[in-house]
T-cell receptor, first 114, second 112 residues
Framework: SAVISQKPSRDICQRGTSLTIQCQVDSQVTMMFWYRQQPGQSLTLIATANQGSEATYESGFVIDKFPISRPNLTFSTLTVSNMSPEDSSIYLC???????????FGPGTRLTVL | SQQGEEDPQALSIQEGENATMNCSYKTSINNLQWYRQNSGRGLVHLILIRSNEREKHSGRLRVTLDTSKKSSSLLITASRAADTASYFCATDAQGGSEKLVFGKGTKLTVNP
């Protein structure tokens, strides 16, 4: 299985600011995914990030609010822009173990917006 | 879009008892995965079951899949306090989509 790390593990931010979350995988992967988990809720897919192309966003999520970078096959960033308290969530990145179709997750970034 | 629904939403049992959690979904799938999440941390992958499989085991875990009923169950036998966590099912879609749709989860508490 892939080993995935995320930075920061948690942060407390002020309204109106932006935070960039980093996701690092220990092996080259084609697809990376970003999810949001609001307090007490399940996970919702924000976007799919492929290296060398624009991220594909799910309904309800837009690039201006959640810009994503995917500069190489082991790394991606998600920025939460112009934050409001409603953005307080856990943000998780994931990737596929291609041969077995299993999807593995990073430890998550717990974001609190005041 | 398809959506997994787990039941029960919350389950409290004593150590040593078995815990059964169920998941239902709405559309055809390639596979279904179960995850565990401890106290709002990252998700731990437990098991993947393919649409052509009916049952799968991993240690104390047993997963069943009934594609005719569009449902799956996760059984944890001889539960331990360390099994206390939220458990989620996640499905993908036939047609090759790697995107996962998660159920709402079951919060399991195992009392020592």
């Amino acid at each position: 299985s892939a080993v995935i790390s995320q930075k920061p593990s948690r942060d407390i931010c002020q309204r109106g600011t932006s935070l960039t979350i980093q996701c690092q995988v220990d092996s080259q992967v084609t697809m990376m995914f970003w999810y949001r988990q609001q307090p007490g809720q399940s996970l919702t897919l924000i976007a799919t990030a492929n290296q060398g192309s624009e991220a594909t966003y799910e309904s309800g999520f837009v690039i201006d609010k959640f810009p994503i970078s995917r500069p190489n096959l082991t790394f991606s960033t998600l920025t939460v822009s112009n934050m409001s308290p409603e953005d307080s969530s856990i943000y998780l990145c994931s990737t596929l173990a291609r041969r077995r179709n299993e999807q593995f997750f990073g430890p998550g970034t717990r974001l609190t917006v005041l | 879009s398809q959506q997994g629904e787990e039941d029960p939403q919350a389950l409290s049992i004593q150590e040593g008892e078995n815990a059964t959690m169920n998941c239902s979904y709405k559309t055809s799938i390639n596979n279904l995965q179960w995850y565990r999440q401890n106290s709002g941390r990252g998700l731990v992958h437990l098991i993947l079951i393919r649409s052509n499989e009916r049952e799968k085991h991993s240690g104390r875990l047993r997963v069943t899949l009934d594609t005719s009923k569009k449902s799956s169950s996760l059984l944890i036998t001889a539960s331990r306090a360390a099994d206390t966590a939220s458990y989620f099912c996640a499905t993908d879609a036939q047609g090759g989509s790697e995107k996962l749709v998660f159920g709402k989860g079951t919060k399991l508490t195992v009392n020592p």
